[in-house]
């Protein structure tokens, strides 16, 4: 006997008929209906039962269904009914209405039981396809998750884990949304560590910020706390954290090596003498060979020893550890000194490259860079075409294009193939293209054809808004920098766009919006809250709730110029001038000095009459970057001084 279709559909049919025929072969319908009578009978009595079959005897289903609905709930006045036709009405109206509560609830919690289930699933499913590295349906899973529930916080840490692999700044905002939705210290330095690797300072200072005081006294935090002083160019505050990390931990290695690292810039001889013996004996580790080479390299370049940080960088190039980033510094340590070797090495690493595509497009950028985009087409027209279809090098060769303005070498690039899921940023380009062919019609096309690819991911569209930023489209840079901002798993950086934006435009309404959505997205920012009562002064918005903002602010963060000045302002808008002269005269010198404090102390003083005083602070705040209206403000306190 032939083994019938597997047709999923019909195979689905077939096996429900057979459910529902091993059901009626099973269930006999006499009993069931004498369990049904039975239970009636207990409710309402013998009489009425009996009374009502009677007169339902004989008839169709369906007449004596209606039969049945028009003594329950028909006109006929209730005591014009037999006794026993108002206890099965007054029964039966009950029996309705606790089928249909009992319905309503069922079909309630039953569909909220299934979107759970279904989200479980679906995080299954994406864990799944992480695990084989399958990072598109990984995406596509937890996105669907986060259309349902935009606070499953496995669906958002799938998205970060996804981000972070593919090497996409948006991971930060997404370790900030895991944090907000579950805090704990753990998510505050994964956080912390990806906004350090996305070279995120203020999103790495935030989320060091979140671990209360009594949580900081760990290795992880101060390691974090010290990688977050490097980048910020504060060896001594480094030193401190590493220090503190090492007695913590003084078995571990990797601790003992950073602090050499960063004693290697010490002022002190001795201590620096200390440290290079030190970062020498980890150098002949194959472990820590190329860290400490480019430590060693680093030093070199600081202490301008060309001939030695040559030498390290030739070393380090070739050594054990070593990745393609090292190389491309040694050629740029070679195009520096004008050697004859340039022109070999370029050579020799467009051979290697070519094993290796992202390491092709990092080249390509490079020259494009350093002024080599002529000399980079000139080595890629040569490649085999499948070589160059490769992404992400189409995107190096098409800025290697726009570079040296070859148009119609970019347009053919463009429209020759997709770019799969780095399409939306083909067309982006062709948007680009037809503006400067100054066809807007067809940009306007291409642009919006671009968002579509894009869709919701938030790594297409930040890529898509540096794109536009980069070319002076500041229109269509501000709204997918809102938009980013705006979603269920807003992304902090680009709040962070659109508030630099606006600040150079001046734009105070602008900043006072982008503040206003980053205290709602996370309202322990004291900073955006500091900002945003600041903003509400000079717009006159909301001012005795910025005066308690401020108050509650400056209590915890007296010592902060920046703040007491906020809070001073606040004061003299309220009528409270002196106070707020107190509170200035609390600040050392050199912070009345700054010249964004010194506008407001100005101010302060030209309206408590001090002429003299005023004038000093006021011809410092010439230096500042002022808000429209906070030139206003200095303006009027110059008049009021007379001062020229």
Same mark, same amino acid.
């Given at each position: ?11 689905? /049919? ?21 369990? %049904? ?35 329950? %709930? ?33 079909? %309630? ?35 669907? /998750? ?9 669906? @958002? ?131 820590? @060979? ?33 990745? %393609? ?150 229109k269509e840079a501000e709204e997918l920098y809102w938009k980013l901002g705006s979603g269920a798993a807003p992304q902090r950086w680009a709040l962070q766009s659109l508030y630099r934006q606006y600040r150079l435009r001046g734009d105070t309404e602008g900043l006072y919006r982008v503040l206003a959505r980053t205290l709602e997205a996370d309202p322990s920012d004291l900073v955006a809250r500091n900002n945003l009562a600041l903003l509400s002064l000079l717009l006159e918005r909301n001012t005795d709730k910025a005066l308690a903002w401020v108050s509650e602010i400056y209590e915890e963060n007296s010592s902060n110029a920046i703040i007491a000045s906020s809070y001073a302002f606040a004061l003299h808008k309220n009528g409270r001038t002196a106070e707020a002269l107190k509170v200035f005269e609390k600040l050392r010198e050199d912070q009345l000095r ?51």
């Open positions: 006997m032939s083994e019938p279709p597997r047709d999923s559909h019909g195979f689905r /049919v077939r096996r429900r008929r057979t459910l529902w025929e091993r059901l009626r072969a099973q269930a006999n319908l006499r009993e069931i209906g004498r369990s %049904f009578r039975y239970l009636a009978v207990m409710i309402v009595g013998e009489r009425p039962i009996q009374t009502l079959t009677r007169d339902l005897e004989g008839m169709s289903f369906s007449k004596g269904f209606r039969v049945m609905f028009s003594r329950l %709930f028909g006109k006929n006045p209730v005591h014009q009914m037999s006794e026993d036709m108002r206890r099965i009405r007054w029964y039966g109206t009950l029996a309705v209405i606790v089928g249909l509560a009992l319905a309503a609830a069922g079909v %309630f919690f039953g569909m909220r039981f299934y979107h759970q289930w279904r989200q479980e699933q679906m995080v299954e499913q994406a864990r799944g396809a992480l695990k084989r590295e399958d990072l598109r349906s990984a995406a596509l899973a937890a996105r669907r /998750v986060l259309q349902i529930d935009p606070s499953n916080v496995e669906a @958002t840490r799938i998205m970060a884990t996804l981000a972070e692999r593919l090497g996409y700044k948006e991971t930060v905002g997404w370790r900030e949304r895991i944090e907000i939705l579950e805090p704990t210290d753990a998510n505050s330095l994964a956080w912390a560590a990806s906004a350090l690797r996305f070279g995120d300072l203020t999103a790495a200072n935030r989320a060091l910020l979140t671990i209360k005081p009594e949580n900081r006294a760990t290795p992880e935090y101060h390691r974090l706390a010290a990688g977050l002083a490097i980048e910020a160019g504060n060896p001594p505050l480094a030193e401190f954290h590493f220090a503190r990390a090492l007695r913590m931990r003084p078995d571990d290695e990797n601790l003992k090596f950073n602090l050499a690292c960063i004693r290697l810039q010490s002022s002190k001889p001795d201590l620096a003498s200390r440290a290079l013996a030190t970062v020498e004996q980890f150098r002949v580790q194959p472990r820590y @060979t190329a860290p400490a080479l480019r430590a060693l390299f680093a030093d070199a370049v600081r202490r301008g020893n060309k001939d030695r940080a040559l030498r390290l960088a030739r070393e380090l190039e070739s050594a054990p550890g070593a990745d %393609f980033r090292d190389k491309l510094q040694y050629l740029e340590i070679l195009r520096r000194m004008k050697t004859p070797e340039f022109a070999s090495y370029l050579g020799r690493l467009q051979q290697d490259s070519l094993r290796n595509t992202p390491d092709m497009a990092r080249l390509i950028s490079w020259m494009n860079e350093h002024r080599l985009a002529a000399e980079a087409l000139d080595w890629v027209r040569r490649l085999p075409t499948d070589t160059l279809a490769r992404q992400p090098v189409p995107v190096a060769v098409a800025a290697a294009y726009e570079a040296q303005r070859g148009w119609k070498d970019l347009e053919g690039l463009l429209t020759k193939n997709e770019w799969g899921d780095l399409d939306f940023m083909r067309l982006a380009l062709l948007a680009n293209l037809n503006r400067q062919n100054r066809d807007g019609v067809n940009s306007r096309v291409q642009w919006g054809l671009a968002l579509t690819k894009a869709g919701e991911r938030p790594e297409a569209l930040g890529t898509l808004a540096r794109l536009a930023e980069g070319w002076g489209w500041g700054n010249p964004d404090v010194a506008a407001y102390y100005g101010v302060v003083l030209a309206a408590a009459g001090s002429v003299e005083k005023a004038r000093r602070y006021l011809d410092l705040a010439a230096r500042a970057t002022l808000l429209p209206e906070e030139q206003r403000l200095v303006a009027d306190a110059r008049r009021r001084v007379r001062a020229p």
